[in-house]
């Protein structure tokens, strides 16, 4: 079913059937549909797919090295982003964990928050530390 989505979507040509029903697709449609694969694992949409597909024989260089340099710097953003907050989220953790002792869980909850904020995290890490 994917394989026909993709026939209808236009990124892989249409194949006919055979007599007996079954469609024979052709080497070149079984590397495109790799590609294609590919390409989602490294999360592009099908219509950056479709749009960075070769025309007729002849992929784009340029364009194709343009938008993988370009999906390699969304992706370090979204490291960044990620490894913020996992800082955040491990400074809350240890925030609940490691609560005062003798503070009520009302105040720590007061605590937390302010370190979900990041209004305390950078207090609480040079305190650790």
Same mark, same amino acid.
Not at 28 to 42: G, K, N, P, Y
């Given at each position: 079913s994917r394989i026909r989505f993709y026939e209808a979507a236009g990124l892989i040509g249409t194949v006919e059937r055979r007599p007996n029903g079954y469609r024979r697709y052709a080497p070149? =449609?079984? =590397?495109?549909? =790799?590609?294609?694969?590919?390409?989602?694992? =490294?999360g592009f949409s099908l219509d950056q797919i479709r749009h960075l597909m070769p025309a007729g024989l002849h992929w784009r260089h340029d364009e194709l090295l343009a938008t993988l340099k370009e999906k390699v710097a969304e992706i370090g953003a979204m490291q960044e982003q990620l490894a913020r907050n996992k800082a955040q989220l491990v400074a809350v953790i240890e925030g609940i964990e490691n609560r005062p002792e003798g503070i009520a869980c009302s105040d720590n909850k007061t605590r937390v928050l302010d370190l979900m904020r990041g209004e305390g995290a950078l207090q609480h890490r040079r305190k650790k530390d």
């Open positions: 070149e =449609a079984v =590397a495109t549909l =790799a590609i294609i694969v590919s390409a989602q694992r =490294a």
